[in-house]
């Protein structure tokens, strides 16, 4: 194990607690929820042992720690489950952060310390079927009746939708023409004017992934979440947060993928020898681990950026995002590959690692449109 200069003793504290955790408790479920569990129990669970939002004070529900620990505690996690990894780090690096920089006083008091601590599930809500990548073009409208905000559209592939307490919802709240300008954020308790439905999907089994539609849902201004009509901004903080922590489900499914071949290639015979003897499969297997400790920096990095609210963080959040979700695919694939036929079984832990990988290319942002955003921050950030 090496050590990173990113990251502290304390941050080494919570890898233990999470690892044992993910071994303990996670790894005898892992199949369950790939076969389509929602994990509820074992959120509440994180939560009561600080991983859930490690990062949010402990009078709110969190462990007082750092953006760090979130991101190590979501990697330990993923190597167990990373549909798991995925429900966490949204209810955690996105939702929990939401609450406590944005949301009104009565919203905060009434919502973060039992999403921190696990007790209410809150899903982000902002793709449609109309877009997703496009997300400045969504349709969802909240309009102003009678001292109220009534919220309609409909929502899709929104992760934890089918079991949340609340929605957070960006909805158009101005001209359409004015994109991301008129766009906000509500705070939407679970009542029947949500209509949810499951939405299937290749991995990420168990993460109660939705279509949801708001049918007349009613607010009050305290619902708001950010400013009227700046509710992207803080979306894009999310989204920061999101890539960064999907940076960490990346490394985490590589880590299992990378470990379950190098133990198998030592086992498996072929032509009087290991696998493992045949210099090709020592190359695969050395490849996966060189790209994996050089993602783990860029993942720690941007970690360690948002801790500092160093201007270098959201140019670091999107490479970490799109470093490790290749990683993530690269090293499935080579360790299904490895593995053979007993890979490619779904008995197989790297059958599931595959299929959950590919989600980490498509959400929290195309890998596509992460590079266009790269790209525009070239100037601001290139040496
Ligand atoms: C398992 C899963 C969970 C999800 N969870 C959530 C959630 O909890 N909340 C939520 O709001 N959303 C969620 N999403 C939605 C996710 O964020 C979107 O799928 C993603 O942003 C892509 O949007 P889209 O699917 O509409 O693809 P589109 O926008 O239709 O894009 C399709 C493809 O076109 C290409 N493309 C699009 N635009 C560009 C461009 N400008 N430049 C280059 N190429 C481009 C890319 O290859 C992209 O993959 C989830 C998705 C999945 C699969």
Known sequence: MYSYPQLSEEHSLVRKTAREFAERRVAPLARRIDEGEYPRELLREMGEL????????QEYGGAGLDFRSMVV?????????????????VQGSMIAWNLYHYASEQA?????????KGRKIIAFALSEP???????????????RGGEWAINGVKLWITSGLYADAYLVAARTGPPELRHKSISLFLVERSPCVEVSPVKVMGVHGTGTAEVKLNDC????????????EGFQVVLDDLNNGRTCVGAIGLGI????????YAYTKKRTAFGKPIADFQIVQHYLANIHAQTEAVKHVVYTAALYRDTKDPAFPMYAQLAKVLASRLA????????????GFGYSTDSKVE????????????????????????????????
């Not at 600080?50 to 004070?57: E, S």
């Not at 489950?81 to 995925?86: G, I, M, N, V």
């Not at 905060?108 to 921190?116: I, P, S, T, V």
């Not at 109309?130 to 102003?144: H, L, W, Y």
């Open 130 to 144: 109309c877009c997703g990548s496009d997300a400045a073009a969504i349709q969802t409208r909240a309009e102003k």
């Open 108 to 116: 905060r008091e009434k919502w973060l310390e039992d999403a921190a």
């Open 73 to 89: 505690a979501v990697e330990e996690i993923a190597k167990a489950s990373p549909a798991l990894a995925t429900v966490m780090e």
């Open 352 to 383: 599931m690692l595959y299929r959950d990988a590919k989600a980490t290319e498509i959400y929290e942002g195309a890998n596509e449109v992460i590079m266009n955003t790269i790209y525009r921050f070239l100037e601001k950030f290139s040496p």
């Open 218 to 229: 009613r607010v009050g201004d305290e619902a708001l979440v950010g400013r009227l009509n």
């Open 329 to 340: 695919v690269d090293a499935t694939r080579t360790a299904m590959q490895v593995m053979g």
């Open 50 to 57: 600080g991983l859930l939002a490690p990062h949010i004070p």
């Open 254 to 261: 590589a880590e299992a993928a990378f470990a379950e071949a």
